[in-house]
T-cell receptor, first 114, second 115 residues
Framework: KNQVEQSPQSLIILEGKNCTLQ??????????LRWYKQDTGRGPVSLTI?????NTKSNGRYTATLDADTKQSSLHITASQLSDSASYIC?????????????FGKGTHLIIQP | DTEVTQTPKHLVMGMTNKKSLKCEQH?????MYWYKQKAKKPPELMFV???????INESVPSRFSPECPNSSLLNLHLHALQPEDSALYLC??????????????FGSGTRLTVV
């Protein structure tokens, strides 16, 4: 069964600090992995997408890594801001799976404190 | 236009009411989706429309009735809902029918409360 596990479930850090969120998956055959940011009560917004051949991808202060061998991904947030407070969801796609080939993680709830 | 627009943003309805959620995109995407998301849970797929035809129904109760009038619009008709149906309803679209490959654009959601 395809699964996506995220850790930690929740995280509180001070504004300006860095943090790293983890995503482990057992999705096969692997197509791509996305990180989404979801503000409370809003729809998810895509941060990065990574395919099998990509190791690192950056989007501003967000940097995602992918290790396809160990089936792990991380999302590193640099110099956190209050607006980074949100849930971060890892979504892994299986090849040829279509819409029901997406497996969502439960998310990491990040709180940035002033 | 690179957005998926959902209306209304908030909806409170009684268990005997009939209401509709609306989703609109003008990106030329040919696949559109409805998801249901409970608090602190990941989104759960409900329906998929591909080229305006229903292609996936994830065993959703008949009190939820989707409709795709054209390639830009997706509706979700609600009737005789239960309080446990209260959730954030998300619409998404993707360029092709292989949504997992093309990636999704999500709307901001409709926060539904059934009283």
């Amino acid at each position: 069964k395809n699964q996506v596990e995220q850790s930690p479930q929740s995280l509180i850090i001070l504004e300006g600090k860095n943090c790293t969120l983890q995503c482990n998956y057992t999705v096969s055959p692997f197509s791509n992995l996305r990180w989404y940011k979801q503000d409370t009560g809003r729809g998810p917004v895509s941060l990065t997408i990574m395919t099998f051949s990509e190791n690192t991808k950056s989007n501003g202060r967000y940097t995602a890594t992918l290790d396809a061998d160990t089936k792990q991904s991380s999302l590193h947030i640099t110099a956190s801001q209050l607006s980074d407070s949100a849930s971060y969801i890892c979504v892994v796609s299986a090849s040829g799976g279509g819409a029901d080939g997406l497996t969502f993680g439960k998310g990491t709830h990040l709180i940035i404190q002033p | 236009d690179t957005e998926v627009t959902q209306t209304p943003k908030h909806l409170v309805m009684g268990m005997t009411n009939k209401k509709s959620l609306k989703c609109e995109q003008h990106m030329g995407h040919r696949a559109m989706y409805w998801y249901k998301q409970k608090a602190k849970k990941p989104p759960e797929l409900m329906f998929v429309y591909s080229y305006e035809k229903l292609s996936i129904n994830e065993s959703v109760p008949s009190r939820f009735s989707p409709e795709c009038p054209n390639s830009s619009l997706l509706n979700l008709h609600l009737h005789a809902l239960q309080p446990e149906d209260s959730a954030l309803y998300l619409c998404a679209s993707s360029l092709g029918t292989g949504g997992s490959f093309y990636g999704y654009t999500f709307g901001s959601g409709t926060r539904l409360t059934v009283v």
